[in-house]
Nanobody, 123 residues
Framework: QVRVAESGGGSVQAGGSLRLSCTAS?????MAWFRQVPGKEREGVAS????????NYADSGKGRFTISQDNGANTVYLQMDNLKPEDTAMYYC???????????????????WGQGTQVTVSS
């Protein structure tokens, strides 16, 4: 099974930026970022199809978050700009190797998960 590991979280003031990185140990079909706040369900943030480069964003991040990849390094990035306090969460990288029509932002579509990296945005 593919393993993934995230990095790049931290604390920032509202309006600031952070870039998260996630490296997979092998080939993937889809990679995605999810986030979770204690007491709430994990929600999808953005996904990318590693072969086609097709991206998908949740409404919460559209216009502020950008997912990209370095295919040669099996690495995806999440550039987060204009961060808001409500973006505070644990961010998880996920990977799936099953061929799909699109990389949906459903937890069940991914079989490999990282340990998470904390993002804290202060007002």
């Amino acid at each position: 099974q593919v393993r993934v590991a995230e990095s790049g979280g931290g604390s920032v003031q509202a309006g600031g930026s952070l870039r998260l990185s996630c490296t997979a140990s092998g080939w993937t079909w889809c990679m995605a970022w999810f986030r979770q706040v204690p007491g709430k369900e994990r929600e999808g943030v953005a996904s990318i199809a590693t072969s086609s480069g097709a991206v998908n964003y949740a409404d919460s991040g559209k216009g502020r978050f950008t997912i990209s990849q370095d295919n040669g390094a099996n690495t995806v990035y999440l550039q987060m700009d204009n961060l808001k306090p409500e973006d505070t969460a644990m961010y998880y990288c996920a990977a799936g190797t099953k061929a799909q029509l699109a990389c949906y932002l459903w937890s069940s579509a991914y079989t490999s998960w990282g340990q998470g990296t904390q993002v804290t945005v202060s007002s």
